[in-house]
């Protein structure tokens, strides 16, 4: 089992920055890939950023250009920088871990909104 947990949500106006955590804890040897999805209001849950254990990344269109991933392997966490938020960017944010074996583990969600 991999257990995660996310923080660093809240409110923000269109333009500013947040910045999100994401703590890993357990069977963290079996993780591969990590990031960060993230569901709208009243949409599917999408992908925003993953990173795998080699550093290789993955990024959401809309997103290129504004948001940072990092990932530290020895404090088993994983970071999302976003900058130039925009309304659109509003929704829950996930932490996402896929082990070697390909089990998928998510965190409980943290709200976002981007609003005047």
């Known amino acids: 089992q991999v257990q995660l947990v996310e923080s660093g949500g809240g409110l923000v106006q269109p333009g500013g920055s947040l910045r999100l955590s994401c703590a890993a804890s357990?069977?963290?040897?079996?993780?591969?890939?990590m990031g960060w999805y993230r569901q709208p209001p009243g949409k599917q849950r999408e992908l925003v950023a993953d990173?795998?254990?080699?550093?290789?990344?993955n990024w959401a269109d809309s997103v290129k250009g504004r948001f940072t991933i990092a990932r530290d392997n020895a404090k088993n966490m994983v970071y999302l920088e976003m900058n130039s938020l925009k309304p659109e960017d509003t929704a829950v944010y996930y932490c996402?871990?896929?082990?070697?074996?390909?089990?998928?583990?998510w965190g409980q969600g943290t709200q976002v909104t981007v609003s005047s």
């Open positions: 357990g069977n963290i040897f079996r993780v591969n890939v």
């Open positions: 990173i795998s254990s080699g550093g290789r990344t």
């Open positions: 996402n871990a896929i082990t070697w074996k390909s089990e998928v583990y």
